[in-house]
């Protein structure tokens, strides 16, 4: 099992830039495909970035490609989301995911993560 604790939401203006992170706790955090999530008010859940186990393969929602960037550092068990020129629409509670993976790929969806962080709350001002 992992556990998955976010950190670095707040509030920042138009334009302005956030990192966020995701401290995991237990062994093995490299064999974890991991993923970062996004729900705003009175909408469902949906798929920010991705990053397979290693680091090699990422992935963006059109929504945020060019803009914000997934990494990861195995050896301090913590995932990334760098988030820049963010807009009000990015407003949301942000969510780190985690998957147990044989493979080196991509998770898109939220069915397929089984461990969830508590959430982030990001808020961008106009």
């Known amino acids: 099992q992992v556990q998955l604790v976010e950190s670095g939401g707040g509030l920042v203006q138009a334009g302005g830039s956030l990192r966020l992170s995701c401290a995991a706790s237990?062994?093995?955090?490299?064999?974890?495909?991991m993923g970062w999530f996004r729900q705003a008010p009175g909408k469902e859940r949906e798929g920010v970035a991705a990053?397979?186990?290693?680091?090699?393969?990422?992935y963006y929602a059109d929504s945020v490609k060019g803009r914000f960037t997934i990494s990861r550092d195995n050896a301090k068990n913590t995932v990334y989301l760098q988030m820049n020129t963010l807009k009000p629409e990015d407003t949301a509670v942000y969510y780190c995911?985690?998957?147990?993976?044989?493979?080196?790929?991509?998770?898109?969806?939220?069915?397929?993560?089984?461990?969830w962080g508590q959430g982030t709350q990001v808020t961008v001002s106009s």
């Open positions: 995911a985690a998957q147990v993976q044989s493979g080196n790929y991509v998770y898109r969806r939220v069915h397929e993560y089984g461990y």
């Open positions: 237990g062994r093995s955090f490299s064999g974890y495909a």
């Open positions: 990053i397979s186990r290693s680091g090699i393969s990422t």
